[in-house]
């Protein structure tokens, strides 16, 4: 018997069992491994190292185009199907949130004492945003707007790696593939651990001199997943988030094909939530006005189709945004209508008119005799309402 680490496996290597890998992703413990796309698949799940048996290798092996049998007919899910009410999936969702801070908060501490990450409980969370997002989305969007103006570095990666699962699903991505690409969204910042708080917390424009050491993040993030056994997509986004179109991104030049669509898709995603979020020095953006600034970067920067199909899955109201009615009642986006966008549901709680909170009601747009319309998003701030207090209150059961 001989242990090999994956990326040297063979097509016709026999396969007697896995001795290291991440996550806890059950595979067929023996057998062939006869194409690079079996090979693949595994270094997707996670397997680290097998152990072969040199005496079963085949000498030789059938081609990967004659091994390859005529697909399956896809199933194309809905990618608005929700098994559970977003009221049901709220406390989940609440949980892997939390749990996800968590996570992130040991993560820096270990970066910090010199030690590898353990990309398992990543994994496994993941995981668990992943099936949220299948359940109900809704629930999941609605946290990320929940925003903490001293906790943006946390909750950014979160969000991001929300959005990216919520993004993926309406794209019918094969779920093991949403968790690759939520696992890198969670931890592709990583690497701003090891940026100066000088130049990560500067509220003003950085130098030139400061932006070439914040550029540095995207090569530790690379680095830092590397060294914790992570490979393939997970990796390509955490190094490469940063990529534009035409060349001009960071911190490699990548351009054109050389990015891939899942690169592509955690450059907008990564982009819209840093510009939508509320930092200590600068208050949110509305979505409209991000999505409306990411237009201006297609095609040199981003995808323009990825985008479009990124603003449809979002919403132009997203779950979780504050907006105001016809009837000048105030009101958070508590679950999307994908059939009708601007007729979502919304929870009302604050009269502007009256300047006052009122009896929390869920109102569906969409019901025929209701007399009201969504007139436009607003900010906490334009009433002085305590939209922190509203969340625990009303929102979170």
């Known amino acids: 018997m001989k242990k090999l680490p994956v990326s040297k496996l063979l097509p016709g290597m026999f396969v007697q069992s896995v001795t290291k890998q991440t996550g ?17 698949k595994l270094i997707k799940a996670g397997i680290l190292e097998v152990e072969i048996d040199p005496d079963k290798t085949l000498t030789k092996t059938v081609p990967e185009k004659e091994q390859t049998k005529t697909p399956a007919t896809k199933i194309k899910r809905d ?13 989940k969702a609440k949980k892997l949130y939390d749990e996800a801070k968590t996570l992130q908060i040991k993560a820096f501490k270990d970066i910090k004492s010199g030690l590898n990450i353990d990309i398992a409980p990543f994994r496994e969370l993941a995981s ?7 359940r109900n989305q809704d629930a999941l969007a609605c946290l990320t707007q929940m925003r903490q103006k001293d906790a943006y570095l946390l909750e950014h990666s979160i969000n991001v790696s929300i959005l990216m699962g919520i993004f993926a699903k309406h794209l019918n991505i094969e779920k093991d593939i949403i968790v690759e690409l939520t696992t890198g969204a969670l931890l592709h910042d990583i690497g701003k651990i090891k940026t100066p708080d000088e130049v990560l917390n500067k509220p003003g424009r950085l130098t030139e001199a400061e932006f070439e050491i914040m550029k540095q993040h995207a090569v530790y993030s690379k680095q830092i997943l590397e060294e914790s056994g992570l490979t393939g997509i997970a990796v390509d986004i955490a190094g490469m988030h940063h990529e534009r179109i035409d ?41 409209i006005k991000a999505f409306k600034i990411l237009k201006e970067g297609c095609p040199n920067s981003f995808d323009g189709e990825l985008l479009t199909k990124f603003i449809q899955c979002i919403g132009i109201h997203p779950v979780g945004t504050l907006v ?29 008119k009256h300047s006052r909170y009122t009896e929390v009601l869920d109102i569906d747009l969409s019901n025929k005799r209701i007399e009201d319309s969504l007139e436009t998003t607003v900010k906490a701030g334009d009433f002085n309402i305590d939209l ?5 209150n009303s929102v979170l059961p």
């Open 128 to 134: 668990g945003f992943m099936d949220s997002v299948f």
């Open 247 to 287: 060349g001009t991104g960071y911190p490699f030049a990548k351009k054109g094909s050389e990015i891939s669509q899942y690169v592509r898709m955690a450059s907008i995603v990564d982009v819209y939530d840093a510009l939508t979020a509320e930092r200590v020095y600068k208050s949110g953006m509305e979505p």
């Open 388 to 392: 922190e207090r509203f969340y625990k």
């Open 24 to 40: 806890r992703v059950k595979i067929k413990s023996q057998g062939w491994v006869k194409t690079q796309t079996s090979i693949d």
């Open 324 to 352: 105001k009615l016809s009837s000048q009642k105030v009101g958070l986006v508590t679950e999307s209508n994908p059939a009708m966008p601007l007729k979502p549901i919304v929870k009302t709680f604050y009269s502007a």
């Open 79 to 91: 990618p608005w199907q929700k098994t559970h009410s977003a009221a049901q999936e709220m406390n």
